[in-house]
């Protein structure tokens, strides 16, 4: 499968904070991840959050954020993996270990709910789950990265029951302007991903529109959510540059600007910089 060509680079550098290295898409044969990480350098996507899902992906997000510095690890259970698991107890068990093992494992996530592909019969371990990641994120001091799909209201009431940790993160924001506020007073981070660019997703440009600067973040969700205008074709992080400056033009920003604060508000959802983007000259 033919890779769409990179764009123009961007003016400063930003973070693909939501990404998934480890996974290939059925009709492509994936790209290393040196390559990878080269790719987005080159347009100014110089550092990148890599998540895991499951156990297996948890582990390899650990090993792959220890190996390179331009990344960062994110490990969890996802709400449709948490209620496939014959011991919850567990996994649950080694997320923690791997989530403590070292400074550069900085999020806990994703996790969160999803009314989507799991049914009723699976929502009550969802709910477990989440509350138990959510504890998680604040006893270890991490970020917390939410899933969120078709279920808003269920998501704000258990992080209503539990208390939102410092740091929370909206992962691939899929609600409207009401919706956002709503996360916005509870504290969140917005985090908009390729589907900013669909043509459908205009209550999802007004959510970005009224996001505060200070709150705003990008990603890929790769090798998912390719923006326009190489929608279904195979995402990664060096097309982060379209995602920008969509972004950009909805909220009337200076692109520069917004890179920066992106930037900005990554290493504060975070828990810091890392990497080296000395290099960058785009």
């Known amino acids: 499968m ?4 990179a764009p123009e680079p961007l003016p400063h550098p930003v973070v693909d904070n939501h990404c998934h290295l480890d996974v290939v898409r059925s009709g492509d044969d994936g790209l290393p991840v040196e390559e990878a990480l080269a790719a987005a350098a080159a347009v100014g996507v110089t550092r990148i959050v890599q998540i895991g899902c499951d156990l297996p ?3 390899w997000a650990v090993e792959a954020a220890l190996r390179y510095d331009a990344l960062v690890a994110g490990v969890a259970l ?7 698991l014959a011991d919850l107890d567990g996994a649950m068990a080694e997320i923690e270990s791997l989530a403590g093992a070292h400074d550069k494992v900085r999020a ?4 969160g709910l999803d009314h989507f592909r799991t049914g009723e019969e699976g ?11 959510i504890d998680l994120a604040k006893r270890l001091d991490k970020a917390l990265v939410i899933h969120d799909r078709d279920a808003h209201a269920e998501v704000l009431r258990v992080l209503d029951d539990e208390g939102a940790p410092d740091r929370w993160v909206m992962h691939c924001f899929s609600g409207d302007a009401a919706f956002a506020r709503q996360c916005l007073d509870r504290g969140a981070y917005l985090s908009f991903a390729g589907t900013v660019t669909f043509k459908n997703a205009e209550p999802l440009r007004e959510a970005l529109a009224l996001t505060p600067r200070d709150r705003v973040l990008v990603e890929t969700d790769a ?9 279904g074709r195979t995402n990664a992080s060096y097309l982060v ?13 200076d692109l ?8 900005a508000n990554t290493a504060v959802a975070f828990g810091g910089r890392w990497g080296d983007t000395s290099g960058f000259t785009g």
Request: charged residues 25%; aromatic residues 4%; glycine residues 6%.
């Open 78 to 84: 996802h709400p449709n993996e948490a209620p496939r």
């Open 108 to 111: 806990v996530g994703e996790t």
């Open 57 to 59: 992906g948890a582990r």
């Open 123 to 133: 929502r009550a371990v969802q709910v477990e789950s989440f509350r138990r990641h």
């Open 241 to 253: 540059p379209l995602t920008m400056r969509a972004m950009a033009e909805v909220r009337g920003d």
């Open 256 to 263: 520069g600007e917004l890179c920066a604060a992106v930037d």
């Open 223 to 231: 090798p998912y959510l390719t923006p326009v205008p190489h929608r």
């Open 2 to 5: 033919s890779r769409p060509p």
